[in-house]
């Protein structure tokens, strides 16, 4: 780590069309870089994605870097804007994807079946007898699905962070509806530091970074020194392409299961609707389609952007300059990486929406 500044309402969406693609046991993995292969290989067409670059020219000046990995490989990778495959980037809150991860793991290590216990179990400290009662009906689960009800206002106004999400109003009852926050995933964090009993770096480093040799990230920290659970994290674009590739094979790692299966499964499928049509929400994670195609992603303020389609066994990675407003990485996935693909299997897509706002 070199910086030291630890700086669709009913809808059913079937993710996992065999954690993988149909009729293969064993795939390629990266190492401390990902393998190039001929688009053709991978029965892509190459002229199709030979487009993309001017198109990003053209049209989305913030883009700092786009990545297509398919079957194991990478068979598209650009950079723009001056940067280079070793370049970080601040992935803003793709980092609460990594949170989710995070929970995953140790839910499965401390046996916690459910994720019904309330947050108030975790930090007792904070949940006074003068606090307002509904708060202590908060759950891990509410968290994870954004649906806490706390607001953010007075987030992050004090040293304690975690105590100001805990001591913020409510606006809504725990589990009424979805509203995007940062503050309940921060205390996440402190819940995966309780339960595995270290720092949330330290514990990412050693339980997905390390075996995946991811080597060159930084996390920003509070004002106290944890880590937030919800952003601050930079990484590598390929870097981002492995931990997509990681939940495309189901959370393993060559002969590892570094997340359990379960639990990707779970975090990735239909948990609560959001407010556009045909979209839905499942633990941190964003759930829409592409041209009938089920995706999930993990999305960071202006462009950051890892994109999982099971069904085309393809990981989609952009990074970009958060200050200059442009479109999604959606139309870039239906405009050029769907159409590249030669092999498209025939299936009865689901009735979901192909809008550009299908992608935050």
Request: with cysteine.
């Amino acid at each position: 780590m070199r910086r030291r500044n630890i700086v669709v309402s009913g809808l059913a969406l079937v993710l996992h069309m065999g954690l993988g693609y149909a009729g293969q046991d064993e795939y390629p993995w990266p190492e401390e870089d990902w393998t190039f292969s001929v688009a053709e290989e991978q029965s892509m067409d190459s002229s199709s994605l030979a487009e993309i670059g001017d198109f990003i020219r053209q049209t989305r000046p913030g883009c700092k870097s786009l990545l297509v990995a398919r079957h194991g490989v990478l068979v598209y990778e650009e950079y723009f804007r001056g940067e280079w495959k070793d370049n970080t980037s601040n992935v803003y809150s793709v980092t609460k994807s990594i949170t989710s991860a995070m929970m995953g793991i140790a839910l499965d290590d401390a046996k916690i079946e459910g994720l019904d216990l309330p947050v108030a179990h975790f930090f007792p400290e904070y949940f006074t007898p003068f606090i307002r009662p509904l708060k202590r009906e908060i759950t891990i689960r509410h968290c994870l699905t954004m649906s806490t009800g706390w607001s953010d206002r007075g987030t992050g106004r004090e040293r304690d962070w975690r105590r100001s999400v805990v001591w913020s109003d409510l606006e809504s009852h725990p589990g009424e509806k979805w509203v995007y926050r940062n503050g309940p995933v921060h205390l996440m964090a402190g819940i995966i530091e309780k339960l595995l009993r270290g720092s949330l770096a330290d514990l990412t480093r050693q339980r997905l970074f390390d075996p995946m040799k991811i080597r060159n990230w930084s996390w920003n920290t509070d004002a106290q020194g944890h880590p937030f659970g919800s952003h601050g994290l930079f990484l590598r674009p390929q870097d981002m392409a492995k931990l997509g590739y990681l939940y495309l094979r189901g959370g393993r790692w060559k002969d590892l299961q570094l997340v359990p299966a379960g639990w990707v499964a779970e975090s990735t499928g239909f948990q609560i609707g959001r407010t556009e049509p045909g979209t839905g929400y499942g633990y941190l994670w964003w759930l829409s389609s592409a041209g009938g195609y089920p995706m999930y992603s993990a999305e960071g303020a202006g462009g950051q952007s890892i994109v999982v389609i099971p069904g085309l066994d393809l990981v989609v990675v952009t990074t970009a300059d958060h200050t200059i407003t442009q479109p999604g990485v959606g139309e870039l996935i239906r405009r050029f990486v769907l159409p590249a693909v030669l092999d498209q299997p025939d299936i009865d897509p689901p009735e979901l929406t192909d809008e550009e706002g299908a992608l935050p």
